[in-house]
């Protein structure tokens, strides 16, 4: 006990922050906060904090709208559009935090207060984007934006403002709104049908094994399988439950589970059963089956786009992101089609030659995939992660980063002690300009914990605008790498390392941003080009100059060698085939289901998803990434013809880094800036697709990503 | 408002902001409801306070960090060391003779800066569990001996340099608990080290001047010698019978 005593005092020794100077008896979300940068004070902030700072935000939101109809002079775009803009401080200040906090240090009452507060929000927000006065005001200013004299931005303003209250129905007339209203509520409670079903589905499958049914499998693999067992035997109600799983070794469709064991057993039939397993799922003529809510689905989708005035759901979601029609969708995933699917059928001639070679005697099939493309891997693109990971400690990679975005854009990087975050784990940094101006905080909270949701993002917890005064963001990444050992450094797989460029590209996309309207800041553009910003970061950190001045060894201080650079890069074009294929077919399914005119919608029939994969030639090694039955996605997820972005934006990032190859400098310091002045800027202060092209000159085309990727006919 | 409308968005589903759904979706999927453990929660809470910690040591220059960590070893023993002051205490009441109490104050010296750096290099490990009552009972003997022997022992010195090896696993366990930064391991090792034979030095002194102060003559301090070393005793009995219960 005493010795705690001694702990505690070197605590405090070393931590002495400055206090924060806020009154503990008022909510501090009603205080002003004084702390430096105005870093929210998370230290003062009580659970209990929450709920009436909502509830307060909400009613300051409403009245601050009130204001603006009430307004006797004719609406104009400062009286209207832009006091619009100045709305709802205080909502978003508790809502930021909010919601950051409830994924990233979570506890039981913030889980509690998201699940009530879901709903009064969403009725909140409907409260005003279905406000008829208000939109009055927001249409006369649009009719007349020819004579108002807009600056370019503003223009952009108006017109997404108005896009808002449109999409959301505020031309229709009553018994059209009213039936928007009930599909919306069908919808919402079908695709929470389907997560249901879906979960389970997936924990309704196990694999029960013997010990002599493990051939093939590796230690690890089989100590998690028995371990996997006895926390079924601890969780069994009965005896006869517990006597199933005693000394067996249990395996699931999860795919944590089963990718290791159709990547190692040597037993064909069971692989064959487990993967069934997985791709069956919601597809098993039960009582959780989703065939029939996907259909539901897609049909409400398709009768909304037509009360809205579209042709069906994918013009109506599409309107809004960078690729505008369903044909240029389909016209971007063909054209990757073919040789995504050439690529994956030489993958399968590959497989076949090694099956072939040990003397056995079949075809290779779905569920053979893995254990196959290992051997393949392990032949031709030999790659020990183990090798690697001493070389990516996570301060060398983040160091990588930081240098990367200062040789790019002369940012500097200072670590700030003397402020509290959300946890010990959850680092600040100040981020200056070139010139010494302060441009941002960044707070990275990299290490996976037990009250941090899955997965890995960027936040901000507060925005940037230049409306009233210059007013510079917090931005936050959030990933899940694992925690250091004792006092060892965490050690990252390159896998990681990317992840860690990945979300520092969202992390630039907020911080440098710089216009005037808050809404219009960093990632608030279509879907389909957020990923731009973020993707594209990830070239760097393949580049070997860059890994070269970041990847030395934790421990002997040595720089990565050329050759393990090179095997790296190499292993990247492995199975590239099989990636890309199974990628395209899903989002050529989604694509597919939501393109469907109302009449067709209406005859849905049950070869659907087959019929779609037939026409484009599916081999049948190969299942799309998710089919129907479990695309979380589309069907529950916000992803509904959506699903394409993240190769439409591997599409421009693989073409505006080709600009840096092509200048023959990946720090070219004209592109730099151009990227900066006309990509990471802007936001969504103008179509995404212009932003592209004023940076590249011209449109983008598929070949570099081709080539990134290994489907130019190099692998062959 | 396009904003806070986009923020509503982002809350009610939590995809909708910016970063890669596909391995969140997923991942929500195979772990499913979050479970808090509060233990698991407040383990991983230490760790990272104590990664928090090196870091903005890291970032001190090297003399703060040196006074830190002296610091921290005076305070080690005045005022959060009391087993420590006691043992110190037991030594000064052994002997009337400086020769041999300086002795006895460097063998116990000595010993303990070898396990304090032996056990904060990773060579040694023990649990903090066992070496406490240990430590307490070193306390007990020490003033065991002070009580019924008429003259210190020539042993005395060797076992006073075990008890040290014992107390400096002490030092060693809080130390290793606390973190010390890689790049000045050493420095700021030995910078502890000195901070801790401060506070023992400190001791002795504030004992010897009490005592010249109560009685001007330092023979009376053999009056003393019975009666301090049984309340000694006594304490360190008590923390023992504490510390296994
Ligand atoms: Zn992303």
């Known amino acids: ?716 | 408002m396009k904003q806070i409308l986009f923020l509503g968005l982002f809350f009610i589903s939590f995809t909708a902001n910016s970063h890669n759904p596909e391995k969140l979706v997923i991942s929500e999927i195979e772990r499913g409801q979050l479970n808090f453990e509060n233990e698991t929660i407040a383990a991983e809470y230490s760790a990272a306070l104590k990664r928090q910690r090196i870091r903005r040591l890291s970032a001190m220059s090297w003399s703060k960090k040196i006074y830190i960590f002296i610091k921290a070893g005076f305070e080690h023993i005045i005022p959060q060391g009391l087993d420590h002051i006691l043992f110190v205490l037991g030594l000064f009441f052994s002997t009337l003779k400086l020769r041999s109490l300086i002795l006895q104050v460097t063998a116990f010296t000595f010993a303990h800066s070898i396990t304090l750096a032996l056990a904060a290099l990773g060579f040694v490990k023990l649990q903090l569990s066992v070496v406490e009552p240990l430590i307490f009972l070193s306390i007990v003997w020490v003033a065991f001996e002070n009580t019924f022997f008429k003259k210190t022992t020539k042993w005395r010195p060797l076992v006073v340099f075990t008890f040290g090896l014992l107390h400096g696993l002490g030092f060693a366990t809080l130390l290793t608990q606390y973190g010390l930064p890689k790049d000045n391991f050493i420095s700021l090792l030995l910078a502890f080290n000195v901070g801790v034979e401060f506070g023992q030095f400190a001791v002795l002194l504030v004992a010897f001047i009490l005592i010249r102060l109560i009685y001007l003559k330092t023979e009376y301090k053999n009056q003393l010698k019975i009666p301090a070393s049984i309340l000694i005793g006594c304490t360190g009995l008590f923390w023992f019978i504490e510390s296994l219960i």
């Open chain 1, 1 to 716: 006990m005493k010795k705690l005593i001694l702990i505690s005092g070197l605590i405090l020794m070393v931590s002495c922050q400055e206090k924060s100077k806020l009154d503990p008896n008022i909510n501090p979300f009603f205080q002003d906060w004084t702390t430096p940068y105005e870093v929210p004070p998370f230290m003062d902030i009580k659970n209990e904090d929450y709920m009436p700072a909502f509830k307060k935000g909400m009613e300051e939101n409403l009245a601050e709208i009130e204001t603006i109809i009430k307004n006797t002079d004719d609406p104009t775009f400062a009286n209207t559009i832009e006091e619009l803009e100045r709305t709802g401080k205080l909502l978003s200040k508790v809502q930021r935090v909010f919601s950051n906090l409830a994924s990233s240090n979570t506890n039981p009452k913030l889980q509690e207060l998201q699940r009530e507060l879901s709903p009064m929000l969403s009725a909140h927000y409907d409260k005003i984007v279905l406000n008829e006065d208000l939109f009055n005001r927001v249409e006369e200013i649009w009719n007349n934006r020819e004579s108002a004299n807009l600056s370019k931005e503003q223009q952009k303003l108006l017109k997404d403002t108005r896009k808002q209250f449109v999409r959301s129905g505020a031309l229709l007339n009553d018994s059209q709104k009213k039936q928007i209203t009930e599909i919306n509520s069908k919808i919402s409670e079908l695709s929470t049908e389907f997560g249901q079903n879906l979960l389970a589905e997936t924990n309704g499958f196990e694999l029960i094994l013997n010990k002599s049914d493990l051939d093939g499998l590796s230690d690890a693999v089989i100590s998690a399988a028995s371990e996997a067992a006895s926390q079924k035997m601890d969780q069994a109600e009965s005896e006869d439950e517990k006597e199933k799983y005693k000394d067996k070794y249990v395996f699931t469709p999860h795919r944590t589970s089963m990718y290791p064991f159709l990547t190692e057993s040597t037993r064909r039939d069971l692989r064959e059963k487990l993967y069934n397993s997985y791709v069956m799922r919601g597809d098993n003529a039960n009582e959780t089956d989703n065939n029939d809510i996907a259909a539901q689905m897609a049909k409400l989708r398709a009768e909304r786009a037509n009360i809205m005035g579209y042709k069906t759901h994918a013009d109506f979601i599409l309107e809004e992101n960078m690729l505008k029609t369903p044909d240029e969708v389909y016209d971007l995933l063909i054209q990757l089609w073919k040789p995504a699917l050439k690529r994956a059928k030489a993958e399968v001639a590959d497989m076949q030659a090694v099956a072939d070679s040990e003397g056995k005697d079949f075809k290779i099939a779905a569920w053979d995939w893995w254990h196959y493309s290992e051997k393949v891997r392990k032949d031709k693109y030999d790659l020990d992660e183990a090798a690697i990971r001493p070389y990516l400690s996570l301060d060398n990679v983040i160091q990588g980063v930081f240098n990367t975005t200062n040789k790019l854009w002369g940012l500097n990087f200072k670590e700030i002690f003397d402020i509290d975050s959300y946890h010990p784990d959850a680092r600040i940094w100040e981020v200056t300009d070139k010139d010494g101006s302060h441009l941002a905080i960044f707070i990275g909270d990299y290490f996976t914990r037990s009250n941090k949701r899955g997965g890995a993002w960027m936040s901000s917890f507060k925005g940037q605008s230049n409306l009233d005064g210059r007013e510079r963001p917090i931005v936050v990444n959030v990933c899940n790498f694992p925690a250091p050992v004792g006092d060892n450094p965490s050690l990252l797989s390159f896998e990681n390392a990317v992840t860690l460029f990945h979300e520092f590209g969202h992390a630039m996309h907020g911080i440098l941003t710089d216009v005037t309207y808050g809404s219009m800041a960093g990632t608030s553009g279509p879907r389909d080009f957020i990923e731009l910003p973020s993707q594209l970061l990830e070239h760097w950190v393949s580049e070997p100059e860059v890994l070269k001045s970041f990847a030395t060894h934790y421990e002997t201080g040595e720089t990565i060698p050329d050759e393990l650079i090179e095997k790296l890069l190499k292993a990247g074009k492995f199975n590239q085939g099989f990636i890309n294929t199974e990628y395209l077919a899903a989002s050529l399914l989604d694509m597919d289901w939501h393109t469907l005119s109302l009449q067709d919608a209406k005859n849905i029939s049950n070869n659907f998803e087959n019929n779609s994969m037939n026409k484009i030639g599916l081999i049948d090694e190969i299942a799309p990434r998710y089919r129907s039955t479990y695309f979380a996605h589309i069907f529950s997820g916000g992803y509904s013809s959506g699903y394409y972005s993240y190769v439409h934006a591997a599409v421009l990032d693989s073409d505006a880094f080709e600009a840096f190859k092509e200048a023959g400098d990946v720090f070219d310091p004209e592109l730099s800036a151009s990227l900066r002045k006309n990509i990471y800027e802007k936001g969504s202060t103008e179509e995404a697709m212009d932003l592209y092209v004023n940076f590249r000159g011209r449109k983008p085309i598929i070949e570099p990503l081709l080539k990134v990727r290994g489907l130019d006919g190099s692998s062959d």
